[in-house]
């Protein structure tokens, strides 16, 4: 921590590339009602940050504007009035709508989760915003069910590996695209069924791997330069979700193809939601997915560590993606 009061955090001195980010000493908040402050050890970089970091994805309404960080893993060490599921010291992880990038972070305690046990606090920032995106669009949204097919877009991204992990724990076979080789072998390493290069081709071999019966649920972080092929990929009363748009936001719909396959379509964000929900969220991943940490059946993937002063190299190397799994800023 800095002097009495204030903290270190990573600060978007002003719009732009990641040189804008930089440490600075800032006020430190302080829990309000059902609140809790949590000394942060570790947090994910999101593609959220760097839309933030240029300007053109501001935080929610009370959030800290000028602080990134979706999410974070720490330990509490402050309450606020009317607190009653921590207590100073326990260890916890969760979202936030921004202020994460910082030495600590606070946060409604209803939102936030037990780390795993044996998961230590410096990967466990690699869990929340990918594995609670994953785990909501796949099961609580898409309702992916034992024995169905599972096509991931982007597999080696955080919420690819997150989403083949949980999809393989619930008994369903996977199929997923990247344009990088090394990432379609490393996500076979990690349990993917089969993988397809994203090349020009990349269509028909992921069809062959759908031995013809399609995909029942398509997990989308690409977006729309995807879309046309989806359609001829999901499978009848299949459920595309659309986690991501990098390759575009806009394209074309055949809703007659829709209609014939009795499919479904649509979309999902977390930040934006209102606490009622995410504390919903929260409660079920804990009771869920939590215990799948602990029994060893998924597992946070983290392709590096950052110190805070290091963050705009961090925003560099997922502006490049090379990584595969997180990116994450560590705080002493």
């Known amino acids: 921590m800095g002097e009495a009061g204030t903290m ?3 600060v ?15 006020p430190r908040p302080e829990p309000g009602p059902g609140q809790i402050r949590v000394r942060v050890r570790s947090g994910g970089v999101n593609r959220a940050d760097l839309l933030q970091r240029i300007g053109g994805y501001p935080a929610p309404p009370g959030w ?8 974070y893993a720490g330990t509490v060490e402050a309450v606020g009035p009317d607190v009653h599921l921590w207590g100073e010291g326990d260890r916890v992880m969760g979202l936030a709508g921004g202020g994460a990038y910082a030495e600590a ?5 209803r939102t936030a989760v037990r780390v795993p046990a044996d998961t230590p606090l410096e990967h466990a920032g690699a869990i929340p915003e990918v594995f609670m995106t994953a785990f909501d669009a796949l099961f609580s949204q898409a309702r992916l069910g034992l024995g169905e097919t599972l096509l991931v877009h982007a597999v080696g991204s955080g919420v690819g590996t997150a989403g ?23 996500a076979l390493a990690l349990g993917l069924d089969a993988g397809v290069v994203a090349d020009e081709d990349w269509a028909e071999r992921v069809e062959e791997a759908l031995e013809g019966e399609g995909a029942d649920v398509i997990l989308d972080l690409v977006g729309g330069a995807y879309l046309a092929a989806n359609q001829k990929l999901l499978g009848r009363t299949g459920r595309h979700i659309v986690v991501g748009v990098p390759s575009g936001n806009r394209t074309e719909i055949d809703l007659r193809a829709l209609m014939g ?9 977390l930040r934006a939601r209102p606490l009622e929900e995410k504390a919903a969220l929260a409660r079920v991943f804990e ?11 998924v ?6 560590s950052f110190p805070p002063e290091e963050a705009g190299a961090a925003h560099r190397f997922m502006e490049e993606n090379r990584n595969f799994g997180k990116l994450l800023i560590t705080w002493e």
Do not use: D
């Open 8 to 10: 270190k955090a990573v």
């Open 12 to 26: 978007i001195a002003e719009p732009g590339g990641p040189e804008v980010l930089q440490v600075r000493e800032v």
């Open 64 to 71: 800290p504007g000028e602080i990134p960080g979706l999410e």
């Open 105 to 109: 972070v606070v946060v409604h305690e």
């Open 164 to 186: 083949i992990q949980l999809a393989a724990a619930a008994g369903a076979r996977t199929v997923g695209t990247s344009r990088t080789p090394e990432k379609v072998e490393r």
């Open 261 to 269: 396959r009795r499919g479904r379509i649509q979309g999902t964000v």
């Open 287 to 297: 009771r869920r997915v939590v215990p799948l940490f602990e029994a060893g059946r």
């Open 299 to 304: 597992k946070p993937v983290v392709e590096g």
